[in-house]
Every structure is written in C-alpha cells, then in structure tokens.
C-alpha cells in the first residue's frame, strides 16, 4: 500500500503535502528541500516580473545616445524606427522571458528551471541587443 491513506473522507499523506495531488515530490532525487526550491524559484519569478521596470528605465536611459546625432546621421539609432526598436527589443523581450518562467511554472517541476533559465536567457540578448542598438 502506498502511502495514502483512507481516514474517514480524508485523504492523508504521511509524507510532505503535495501541492496537486498527482504531483510527486523530488527531493530524494533533487538533494534539496522543496521550501528552498520553491523559495529559489518564487524569488526568480520576482525576478522576471520586475525586469520590466529596470528594462523600461534602460531604455531610457540608452536614449540618450541619439544626443550625438545629427540631421542625415545614417546610424540606427539617430531614426526614430531605430529608436522604436531599442524599446521595443527590451519590452517585448520582457514579456517573452516572463512567459518563458511562467510556462515553466505551469508545466512542472523538472521544467521550472528550463523556463525561468530561458527567461533569464532572453532578458541577457535582448539587454544587449538594445546595447549594440544603442551603441551604433
């Protein structure tokens, strides 16, 4: 018998208490308390979700390297479509890397840190897309 047990219309687990009840706990084969993973894993979600208020502000702040530019300057950034594609590169690129985590999230345990992985991936290219955008 495993360890489930009928207990007058309860169902009682006599080890850590799932949080869907198909849902296994992997902390025999992870080798780290599910508190901490889902801590570690609450924490990076945070992170996703708030890179967008650092990410708007870097846009910004990288708009000031259109201050060089002068009427017929042929670099990206000195046209407004350039300017659009710097933005657009970081907030666009927020909300793809905060889908990645939360599509994570919801497809289970052995791909939460796929996704936030991926997240953060896509947050670090389009940071430095907008750089090089910036820096032409």
Do not use: Q
């Amino acid at each position: 018998m495993d360890d489930r047990h009928w207990n007058g219309g309860v169902v009682a687990l006599s080890s850590v208490a799932m949080s869907h009840p198909g849902e296994t706990d992997d902390e025999e084969e992870l080798g780290v308390p599910r508190a901490v993973r889902e801590a570690t894993t609450g924490l990076a979600l945070a992170g996703l979700a708030a890179w967008p208020v650092v990410a708007l502000l870097l846009g910004f702040v990288l708009m000031f390297a259109t201050d060089s530019c002068f009427p017929g300057d042929p670099e990206l950034i000195c046209t407004p479509r350039g300017e659009k594609i710097l933005m657009g590169v970081l907030i666009y690129g927020c909300l793809a890397a905060i889908v990645s985590g939360v599509a994570g999230m919801i497809a289970g345990p052995r791909w939460r840190a796929l996704g936030l992985g991926l997240g953060y991936l896509i947050n670090l290219a389009c940071t430095v897309t907008a750089f090089a955008i910036a820096d032409n």
